[in-house]
């Protein structure tokens, strides 16, 4: 079975180069523009992972993802944070929100699709509803 990886970012460059990065390894690719269509579809369309980006529009990428861990449906949800704020704090809040990667961009399309399918290796947490 394909796995999914769910993209949520606003820049359309972005997401075409995350997509280029991605598809050669086999994931079907999912993107969404925004916060409230990224929570959405994280829930509905029930992705392996997610990429979020955090300077998103209507909801940032810090409030999509206390969502997703609020939410029993999502908590266990994978999630690397992708952002062009490489400052520590960036990285702490990251790790504190419940992320389980973090990339600066710009990032190497090699090393970004490693990072991905490690993520993707895991063993993932069942969810009792």
């Known amino acids: 079975m394909t796995q999914r990886v ?5 820049s359309a460059v972005i997401r075409r180069l ?7 390894a086999s994931l079907e690719v999912i993107m969404r523009e925004d916060g409230p269509q990224g929570l959405e579809a994280a829930i509905t369309d029930q992705p392996d992972l997610l990429v979020l980006d955090i300077g998103l529009p209507e909801m940032d990428g810090w409030e999509v993802l206390d969502r997703l861990r609020s939410d029993i449906r999502t908590k266990n949800l994978p999630v690397l ?18 992320a389980d990667a973090f990339v600066t961009k710009p990032f190497q399309p090699n090393e970004f699709r490693q990072e991905v399918l490690n993520l993707l290796a895991r063993p993932r947490a069942a969810v009792s509803l």
């Open 18 to 24: 995350i997509e280029v990065c991605l598809r050669p």
């Open 81 to 98: 944070v992708l952002t062009a704020h490489a400052e520590e704090e960036s990285r702490r809040r990251a790790d504190e929100g419940g």
């Open 6 to 10: 769910l993209v949520v970012e606003d």
